[in-house]
């Protein structure tokens, strides 16, 4: 009786880290329609996004097409409450939006919606020579 007792109390458990799984994945949305991408630091709109979801749920790989006047591209969902936006080649990547030779990577949790931008500048911008900022951001729908 104690063997079945004990099998009992791990079936248990499996199936309340189960249920926890599944409620923590609907916690996180697919994001979907317009959205203000808004500086953390100075609280003024960087960019206004619209998101169209490729993927019915939320899973690993789930890719979600970002358009916008200033950026273009496929964000995709690593896992770990985390998406990804990469862009390379010429990108507006200077302090006043133009483009110049480098790359821009978005990050942010499904759950916040909170992330940061990682500009690498390898071509000459105004004023500024080639490194890498990082700005935080968060991603607010828009109204």
């Known amino acids: 009786m104690g063997a079945v007792k004990h099998v009992a109390a791990i ?3 499996m199936c309340t880290l189960s249920a926890l799984a ?3 994945a609907s916690a996180s949305e ?3 329609g317009t959205y203000d991408v808004v500086s953390i630091n100075s609280n003024s709109i960087m960019d206004r996004w619209v998101i169209t979801p490729n993927c019915p749920e939320l899973t690993v790989g789930c890719e ?3 358009q916008s006047s200033w950026v273009g591209g496929q964000a995709f ?3 770990h ?3 990804a936006l990469a862009l390379k080649g010429v990108v507006p990547i200077c302090p006043d939006k133009s483009k ?5 990577l978005f990050q942010w949790k499904a ?3 909170e992330g940061q931008l990682t500009n690498m500048q390898r071509g000459p911008c105004q004023l500024t020579r080639p490194g890498q900022s990082q700005i935080p951001f968060k991603l607010v729908r828009a109204s």
């Open 11 to 13: 079936l248990a458990t």
């Open 22 to 24: 599944v409620s923590n």
């Open 30 to 32: 697919i994001p979907s």
């Open 64 to 66: 979600a097409d970002i």
């Open 77 to 79: 969902y690593q896992g």
């Open 81 to 83: 409450d985390t998406w």
């Open 100 to 104: 110049a030779n480098g790359a821009m």
């Open 111 to 113: 759950s916040t919606l």
